[in-house]
Each structure stands twice: as C-alpha cells, then as structure tokens.
C-alpha cells in the first residue's frame, strides 16, 4: 500500500506524482499553500484550474492527508461532551451556530467552485476553438508558404532565365555596337579626308580666282583711265565743235567781225551752248529711305552723267529729292556732310544700305542652296542677287563664272547639274536653260516620279565629289 501524502508537508516532486495532479498543479498548490500556510480540503477544492472532484477519491483511498474543517468541528464536539463543563449547554450552542456558519460557507464555496469549474470548462471549450482555428489557420500558413515558396523559385527562375537573355542580347548589341561604331569611324574618317581635299582645292582655285581677278581688275583700272581720257577729250571736242557751229550760224546771220571769240568768255559760250543745245532734265523720282539706297543711287548718278551736272548741282538735285526719313537723316548731319555731295552720299549709303559684307556674301554664295518649294528660275534670281552683291566691281564674265558656279552647285539636280556643267554654259540664262532641257530628258527617259532608293553614304560622297570635280 503507497504512503499517505500530507499536502501541507509534500514536497514538489511528492506533489506532482500523485494521480491526477502532475507539474502544472503541483506548481499550483504549492503557490496557495505558501500564501494561506495552510491547506484543506475546502482549500484544495476551490483552487483554479485543477477539478474538485478528484480530492474526495484521493482522501478516501489514503492517498492524500489533509485535515477538513467538518472533522474538526466534529472532534471539537466529541471533546466538549467528554470534558464537565457547567456552561456546556451554551458552549454547545455557540459550536452550532458555528458549525451552521461554516456548513453555509461551505454551500457557498462549493457553488462559487461549481461556478468556476463550469467558467474553467467554458474557456476550456474556447480555448480548444482556438487552437483548433490556430491550427487551421496554420495548416492554411503552411500552404500559403509552400504556394509562396513555388511562385518564388518559379520567379527567380524566370529571373535568372531573363537575366542570361538579357546579358546575351547586351553582348550582342555591344558586339553590332562596336562593328557599327567602327564603320561610322571610318566613313567619318573618308568623309573628313574627302572635306579636306575640298578645303584644299576650293583654296587652290579661290587664290587662282584671286589672281584672276585682280589681273582683270588692273585691266579694267588701266581700261577705265583710257575710257575716262577718251570720254573727256571726246566732251571736249564735242563742246568745241557745237561752238564752231554756234560761231558759224552767228557768223552767217551777223557782219563780219561784229562778235568775236575771246578767252574771257569762252567758258560762258560753252555753258550758254550745253544748256542750250541739250535736252530738259526729266522730273527725278523721290528717296524716302524706307528702300535700299543702292538702285537709286544708280538711277541718279545715271542722270546727272548724262545732264553733265557738277557737284553742286547735284547736291542740290539730291536734297530736293529728299523725303521722310531720307529727309530727316539728311537734317540731323553735320554742316559739311550737307554742303558735300561725295560725303553726303557715303553716309546715305551706310545708313540704308541693309545689305551684309560683300565677304560675307561671298561665304553664303559658296555655301547656298536651292530650297524644296523653290523654282530653278527663283533659284537662279537669288543668286544672282547675291552675286552681283558680293562681286559689285568685278567684271561680267568673272561674275558668270562664279554665278554658274554656285547655281550648278546648290541646285537639287545633281545629275542634271553634271550634264548642264559638260555643256560649259557662258551666261546664267543658258545655265537655267540647260539644266531644265536636262531635267525634262531625265523624266522622258526615268518617269515623271523617280523610284526611291537608299543612298548611303559613300554614293552621296562619290556624287558631290563628281561635281565638286566638274566645277574645278
């Protein structure tokens, strides 16, 4: 037969061996034991979380020792009737109503425990819930996980597929890259070769130009001096003969010898028979500055060449042309801009002449080119315009040749340009005439719409440089 543990001695190893009880509760009763010192029956009954129900077996088999409140008050009775007391009946009495308090908490301890242990099951019932849901729930975490888990090795080994596609694609690109990279090089390097050939040639054939040109402008200088002596003795033959036949008329209608000839008044015989003898000047047009200076200055110097006008004359013709802004610049210059007809002129031409440097024209000659909705004979008309502003004293066939020049070069024919080139045309109008007789063949031969087809670089090079060829 097991020995009897007395609950309020036991130990902890001794507790948690009894039947029933085990380390949680063992832990349990020592913690009430050490704050009430000491325990009953009625004490082990209302602990939390272990069931009243197995201390009575436990008493009953001698297996636990544990003093109850009943058996006291039941010795305490059994002491009192044994001992003479001569209060005893009202000893008695108050033992009963004692025993009747103790039996009412009694009552009141055993419902508060049915209450707890029915409370203890109700949690026991949630709690088990719980933990059936947390291991649902778990269950379901697992197979989130393991979902979680396949989707992510089934990501990463996409990654890594789309990495080494991508790494192989670079590579090759970088390959295409570089083989690109070293063509553009080299038709960069032809492109600059064939650039300085031309910067070579253009500067060869512009010094040749400059020879050229100042050849013919000694030429021209040395032409204009004997034109200019010619012209004058020419005036003055002139002005002597209409004096012979002014003398001879007044000889014919007068006696002899009645007008003579003398030096003193040949200057007014002569004045009195150019104003005489030459027609009236026409009505000159008017200069307001809002056009460029330049066409009428030409139209003017042309008149008073032909009316053979002297500076003053022409200072005065000039100022009663002026109007508006002409007028007013005229108003706002010096006193001797004013009285000076060559310098008043000067500063006429600064103020409207808009037009840029002749070496700056020249640049936008070498460098123009014909517009896509611009016509051959527009084309033709602007550079003409240019040229005659970048070359304003230079002969006319040295201007052709620079006016051809640039034409055949900026137009968008090439091929028509070569053909135009081979014919060696002398003047700008036969150039526009070539050219568009080329252009015209060209469509009876190609089609009106020519095919489209890819040029490369090299054909463009080879194209510019044929004509680039032909111009020198």
């Excluded at 066939?397 to 620079?402: A, E, G």
Aim: hydrophobic share 30%; charged share 40%.
């Amino acid at each position: 037969m097991a020995t009897p543990i007395n609950i309020n001695t036991a130990t902890y190893d001794l507790l948690k061996n009894i039947k029933n009880i085990g380390d949680k509760r063992a832990k349990k009763i020592i913690e009430i034991r050490d704050i009430k010192g000491r325990l009953t029956l009625e004490d082990l009954k209302i602990i939390p979380n272990i069931p009243s129900s197995i201390w009575d077996p436990l008493v009953e088999e001698g297996l636990v020792i544990v003093p109850s409140t009943l058996r006291k008050s039941q010795e305490l009775e059994t002491r009192t009737e044994n001992v003479p007391n001569p209060n005893i009946s009202q000893t008695n009495k108050e033992l009963q109503q004692k025993i009747e308090c103790l039996e009412r908490e009694m009552l009141l301890k055993e419902q508060m425990i049915k209450e707890r242990e029915s409370l203890i099951t109700e949690r026991e019932k949630e709690i088990q819930e719980k933990d059936l849901t947390i291991n649902t729930k778990q269950e379901e975490l697992s197979l989130l996980q393991k979902s979680l888990k396949a989707n992510r090795e089934k990501d990463d080994k996409m990654f890594e597929e789309m990495s080494s596609m991508i790494s192989m694609r670079e590579h090759d690109m970088s390959e295409k890259m570089a083989v690109r990279e070293r063509e553009l090089d080299e038709q960069l390097q032809k492109f600059v070769e064939q650039k300085e050939k031309l910067r070579i040639l253009e500067e060869k054939e512009s010094a040749e130009r400059e020879e050229i040109f100042r050849s013919r402008m000694r030429e021209i200088a040395e032409r204009e001096k004997e034109l200019e002596k010619r012209e004058k003795d020419l005036k003055q033959m002139k002005v002597e003969r209409e004096h012979k036949e002014y003398i001879s008329n007044i000889n014919r209608l007068a006696p002899q010898n009645i007008y003579s000839n003398t030096s003193e008044r040949g200057e007014d015989i002569r004045s009195h028979a150019r104003t005489t003898h030459s027609p009236a000047p026409p009505k000159l047009s008017t200069y307001d500055g809002k056009t460029e200076w330049k066409p009428y200055y030409i139209q003017f110097n042309h008149i008073t060449q032909k009316y053979m006008w002297n500076d003053r004359e022409k200072l005065d013709r000039l100022i009663e042309c002026l109007r508006e802004k002409a007028l007013k610049f005229f108003s706002s210059r010096p006193e001797n801009v004013q009285k000076d007809f060559k310098l008043l002129c000067q500063k006429l031409r600064e103020r409207f002449d808009k037009k840029d440097q002749p070496h700056i024209i020249r640049r936008q000659l070498q460098e123009i080119q014909q517009n896509t909705e611009e016509t051959i004979e527009e084309f033709a008309e602007r550079i003409e315009e240019l040229s005659t502003e970048a070359y304003p004293d230079t002969p006319d066939f040295f201007r052709n040749t620079i006016t051809i020049d640039a034409f055949l070069r900026g137009c968008t024919e090439k091929r028509a340009a070569l053909v135009t080139l081979d014919k060696d045309p002398k003047t700008l109008d036969e150039a526009v005439q070539y050219l568009k007789g080329a252009i015209t063949n060209q469509k009876l031969i190609m089609g009106s719409k020519r095919d489209v087809r890819r040029v490369t670089f090299e054909e463009g090079d080879n194209l510019n440089a044929e004509v680039t060829s032909k111009f020198s």
